[in-house]
Nanobody, 126 residues
Framework: QVQLVESGGGLVQAGGSLRLSCAAS????????MGWFRQAPGKEREFVAA???????YYADSVKGRFTISRDNAKRTVYLQMNSLKPEDTAVYCC????????????????????WGQGTQVTVSS
């Protein structure tokens, strides 16, 4: 089992920045690829970013160049730095863990992830 707890959400004006954190406990953190997903009201949960065990990163086109995912295996934490925020980034952001053997891979589909956090609300005002 892996437990995930997100923090860092809040209310920010358009153009501002937030840094989300996701702390993991349980099994060996470095065995997992990590991802961030978000869900806006009335919409499907969508992929935002992912990072492989080796640190390779993947991004949705909508956030590329604005968001940065990173991980600190010693702290068992994954981060999402969000810059140049837009009102359409408003959503509940959840982190997720995927047990993988291939160290360079991190998936972009919800069904590839085994464990999920409860989420943290991000609201961007115009």
């Amino acid at each position: 089992q892996v437990q995930l707890v997100e923090s860092g959400g809040g209310l920010v004006q358009a153009g501002g920045s937030l840094r989300l954190s996701c702390a993991a406990s349980g099994r060996t953190f470095s065995d997992y690829a990590m991802g961030w997903f978000r869900q806006a009201p009335g919409k499907e949960r969508e992929f935002v970013a992912a990072i492989s065990r080796s640190g390779r990163t993947y991004y949705a086109d909508s956030v590329k160049g604005r968001f940065t995912i990173s991980r600190d295996n010693a702290k068992r934490t994954v981060y999402l730095q969000m810059n140049s925020l837009k009102p359409e980034d408003t959503a509940v952001y959840c982190c997720a863990a995927s047990f993988v053997t291939y160290t360079d891979y991190a998936g972009g589909k919800r069904e590839e992830y085994d464990y999920w956090g409860q989420g943290t609300q991000v609201t961007v005002s115009s």
